[in-house]
Nanobody, 129 residues
Framework: QVQLVESGGGLVQGGGSLRLTCAAS????????TGWFRQPPGKEREFVAA???????YYADSVKGRFTISRDNAQNTVSLQMSSLQPGDTAVYFC???????????????????????WGQGTQVTVSS
C-alpha cells in the first residue's frame, strides 16, 4: 500500500527555518509530481510547492524566494526547506503525490489538489512572532 509520511514540523520563531521531509513507500516519487500543501487555522488547504519528473519546481507566490523543494531519488524523499518563516506560515503541511505523469507538468496541474491521489497525514508548523 502506498504511504506518504511527513516529518520535520515543529515550533519556530519568526525568521527561523525548518525542513520538512516526505518519505514514500510503495511508490517511486521520481515518476510523478510531488507537492506540498498547507492548511492554516480556519482556512482552506492551499498549494505551497511542487516538483515534477524533470526536476522542475513550482511555488506559490507567497513562498517564492523563501521555500525550496527538492527530491532525493535514492532515498525516495521530497523535502521542503523553509526559511525566513513568518507567523502567516503557521499551518498543517501536507505532502501529496500524483499518479505517474508526463515528464513535464503545467502550473495549473501541480497546483490543483485534484491532481493528487495520495496524501500524507500532515505535520504541524507553528511560527511564533
Amino acid at each position: 500500500q502506498v504511504q506518504l509520511v511527513e516529518s520535520g514540523g515543529g515550533l519556530v520563531q519568526g525568521g527561523g527555518s525548518l525542513r520538512l521531509t516526505c518519505a514514500a513507500s510503495g511508490r517511486t516519487l521520481r515518476d510523478r509530481v510531488t507537492g506540498w500543501f498547507r492548511q492554516p487555522p480556519g482556512k482552506e488547504r492551499e498549494f505551497v510547492a511542487a516538483i515534477d519528473r524533470s526536476g522542475g519546481t513550482y511555488y506559490a507566490d507567497s513562498v517564492k524566494g523563501r521555500f525550496t523543494i527538492s527530491r532525493d531519488n535514492a532515498q525516495n524523499t521530497v523535502s521542503l526547506q523553509m526559511s525566513s518563516l513568518q507567523p502567516g506560515d503557521t499551518a498543517v503541511y501536507f505532502c501529496a503525490a500524483t499518479p505517474r505523469t508526463a515528464f513535464f507538468a503545467s502550473d495549473s496541474y501541480v497546483a490543483a489538489q485534484t491532481s493528487y491521489d495520495t496524501w500524507g497525514q500532515g505535520t504541524q508548523v507553528t511560527v511564533s512572532s
